[in-house]
């Protein structure tokens, strides 16, 4: 978690389980990207209020996430690393070695946030 809690950066959550048609790669979720300028926002998909639907539906499901990584960016960098997708192959909690690239950087771990 960055000290400046006005420090914008774009987060990746990983879910303990993926939800969907896990027999048809396109059709599950198991990673949330957004970015936050407050801790507030990681607080709300914790409990189900931040108003994002697919992470509603893992709080419905009571199905917990890690913040995997965080890269400094906000909503431009979040809509390009949407728009890039395959979050599997980014996060470090699905695999050994996890892609790095230009969006997202070298691989960083928000500190104490389990
Ligand atoms: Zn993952």
């Known amino acids: 978690m960055p000290r400046n809690s ?5 987060y990746l959550l990983h879910y303990r389980e993926p939800i969907g ?3 048809r790669p396109r059709m599950f979720a198991q990673h949330y990207v957004g970015s936050y300028w407050s801790e507030s926002r990681l607080t709300s998909h914790r ?3 931040s108003g994002v639907p697919i992470v ?3 709080h419905r499901r009571g ?3 890690v913040v995997a990584r965080i ?3 906000g909503k431009t960098l979040e809509a390009r690393i ?3 997708g395959h979050f599997r192959e980014y996060c470090p ?3 050994a070695v996890p892609r790095n690239g230009r969006l997202w950087g070298d691989l960083v771990r928000p500190d104490g946030v389990r």
């Open 21 to 23: 048609d896990l027999s």
């Open 82 to 84: 949407k728009t890039r």
């Open 93 to 95: 909690e699905c695999v």
């Open 56 to 58: 509603a539906e893992f």
């Open 71 to 73: 890269t400094p960016g």
């Open 63 to 65: 199905i917990p996430f």
């Open 47 to 49: 409990n189900g209020t």
């Open 6 to 10: 006005r420090t914008m950066v774009v």
